[in-house]
């Protein structure tokens, strides 16, 4: 069994910080890409960042400059950096990761619980 734990979310003022963290634990073999996606009240999900095996990065034009998404792959565990935050930041966020659990061969997609990330003054 492989599960995501996230962690980090929280209450900021606009202009504010906040860091997440989501590690993955389990029977895994391997892990491959990670990312973090969104999904505000009454919009549909939508991607963040991802972060390749071997640190390629990509992120949303609308969190470029403002977010670094970061791994530590002796931890599995994967983080995101949101500096600048904005009201419209404000979402549930959740991790993605792409994991080959041991003893197979395939590539699952598994999530976390999801963090909530307020931006308010």
């Known amino acids: 069994q492989v599960q995501l734990v996230e962690s980090g979310g929280g209450l900021v003022q606009p202009g504010g910080s906040l860091r997440l963290s989501c590690a993955a634990s389990?029977?895994?073999?391997?892990?491959?890409?990670m990312g973090w996606y969104r999904q505000a009240p009454g919009k549909q999900r939508e991607l963040v960042a991802t972060?390749?095996?071997?640190?390629?990065?990509n992120y949303v034009d609308s969190v470029k400059g403002r977010f670094t998404i970061s791994r530590d792959n002796a931890k599995n565990t994967v983080y995101l950096q949101m500096n600048s935050l904005k009201p419209e930041d404000t979402a549930v966020y959740y991790c993605?990761?792409?994991?080959?659990?041991?003893?197979?061969?395939?590539?699952?997609?598994?999530w976390g619980q999801g963090t909530q990330v307020t931006v308010s003054s």
């Open positions: 993605n990761a792409r994991i080959i659990p041991t003893f197979t061969l395939q590539t699952y997609d598994y």
């Open positions: 972060i390749s095996n071997s640190e390629g990065t």
């Open positions: 389990g029977t895994i073999f391997s892990i491959n890409a």
